[in-house]
Nanobody
């Protein structure tokens, strides 16, 4: 069965960095676009923050993270990464990884992502 597992969350001070990882199994990782999402508090709307396509690896970012976060993938390891720099308290959230249905990024609304991880918590203190 498909498993998507995030790791790398933790607590950091404002201005610091973290790198999140997401390992997917049970699917053809190399053929799927992959996305990162976050939810800043229970009940708040989920925010799509980044996507990387399969193949050539086109990258897309939400304005809220552009210039600070970098998405990458290692197809040999079935692993997706999110390097987060210049973290701010408003980046505090549960971060989720998701596999898209297709090889291209379908946007950042989340509706066309078929497999999701359980999330990893990131807390940024001021």
């Amino acid at each position: 069965q498909v498993q998507v597992v995030e790791s790398g969350g933790g607590s950091v001070q404002a201005g610091g960095s973290l790198r999140l990882s997401c390992t997917a199994s049970g699917l053809r990782f190399v053929n799927r676009a992959m996305g990162w999402f976050r939810r800043q508090a229970p009940g708040k709307e989920r925010e799509g923050i980044s996507c990387i396509s399969a193949g050539i690896g086109y990258r897309y970012y939400a304005d809220s993270v552009k210039g600070r976060f970098t998405v990458s993938r290692d197809n040999a390891k079935n692993t997706l990464y999110l390097q987060m720099n210049s973290l701010a308290p408003e980046d505090t959230a549960m971060y989720y990884c998701a596999a898209a249905r297709d090889s291209y990024c379908p946007g950042l609304t989340g509706s066309e992502y078929t497999y999701w991880g359980q999330g990893t918590q990131v807390t940024v203190s001021s």
